[in-house]
């Protein structure tokens, strides 16, 4: 039994109609499957904790939608050990099929969904505020510049617009752009696996799981899927034309040599920032905090890839 999840939103609304060529298939081929629509925010949550209480057997959940739904899906497993996941990407991003080397193609990724050759263990991260609240995420989770790029992207009309002509993944560069100049640096306290790393102006800092974040930004070239570590991109001190010529590097992986940016590589990190700033993970903002604690979980997630 298959149980996929769609977010009918997906690709600017597309998705409903592209599901049902998929659909079809899945119909033709007499394929055991339920199908489940979200209604909005925080909905795949909610579907995926209700298919994970049906019984104690495996479940196989694919997942039809882009990193946002990714991330809500995974947020309702209470038992990995019991999930085999699928994915379909239909996200403006799609990082997290970047990072798996998905097929872009729905109809690709659902043949590899249904004739896996390869399931791979994959890290996830988690992010727990001061009040206790936790929040898990699987390709990135952000504080300051890239997560207000997120809150913006949001409700920016410039998003819709350029997913409905193809060329979604440059919401990012063009909302980070007016960004820069909106952002306001603060001084921060950093602490690494137990060390500790006084920051000067904050412009942000980002927590990786996956190599690429913000549509194929790659922001941390030497991060692995599946070694345990969070891949901390610190980026501080430095002007802001100075990080209108740091970000194409980004595209690159070229950053992590230029003076401002600093990379850390560990287990856990926390955060106490001088000012509130904007939280993300993978794309979904949750306000502005002043303590963050990141880590990356122990428990995997199987993923046919």
């Known amino acids: 039994m298959y149980h996929f999840i769609i977010n009918p939103h997906s690709k600017t609304g597309k998705a409903k109609d592209l599901w049902q060529g998929l659909r079809k298939r899945l119909e033709n081929e007499g394929i055991d499957y339920k199908e489940y629509f979200t209604t909005g925010r925080g909905h795949a949550t909610q579907i995926s904790k209700e298919i994970c209480a049906i019984d104690n057997e495996k479940k196989t959940i694919v997942i039809v939608g882009g990193d946002g739904t990714a991330n809500e899906v995974i947020n309702g497993i209470d038992n990995y050990e019991n999930v085999l996941l699928g994915y379909i990407p239909m996200g403006s991003s799609n990082d997290l099929a970047r990072g798996l080397l998905l097929p872009k193609n729905p109809a690709e ?5 249904l004739n896996p050759k390869k399931i791979r263990a994959v890290d996830h991260g988690q992010v727990t505020f001061q009040d ?44 980070g752009i007016k960004e820069i100049f909106a952002s306001i640096p603060c001084d ?43 891949s901390i991109c610190l980026v501080s001190n430095i002007s802001k034309l100075k990080i209108l ?49 990141l880590s990356c979980t122990s428990d995997q997630v199987s993923i046919i890839t």
């Open 245 to 293: 010529f740091v970000m194409p590097t980004i595209f690159f992986g070229k950053h992590t040599k230029i003076k401002g940016v600093q990379m850390i590589t560990c287990s856990s990190v926390s955060i106490h920032t001088h000012s509130p700033l904007y939280v993300h993970t993978d794309g979904e903002t949750h306000g502005r905090h002043t303590d963050i604690t």
């Open 109 to 113: 990724a659902l043949d590899r969904v």
């Open 132 to 175: 206790g609240f936790s929040r898990r995420f699987s390709v990135s989770s952000g504080i300051g510049y890239d997560a207000a790029i997120c809150q913006v992207a949001l409700t920016s009309k410039i998003k819709s617009f350029l997913n409905k002509i193809g060329v979604g993944k440059l919401t990012y560069l063009l909302i």
């Open 188 to 230: 921060a306290t950093v602490i690494a696996d137990g060390i500790t790393y006084p920051i000067k102006n904050l412009i942000f800092m980002a927590s990786l799981i996956q190599k690429c974040e913000g549509g194929g930004l790659l922001m941390a070239p030497d991060a692995s899927d599946n070694d345990r570590k969070l």
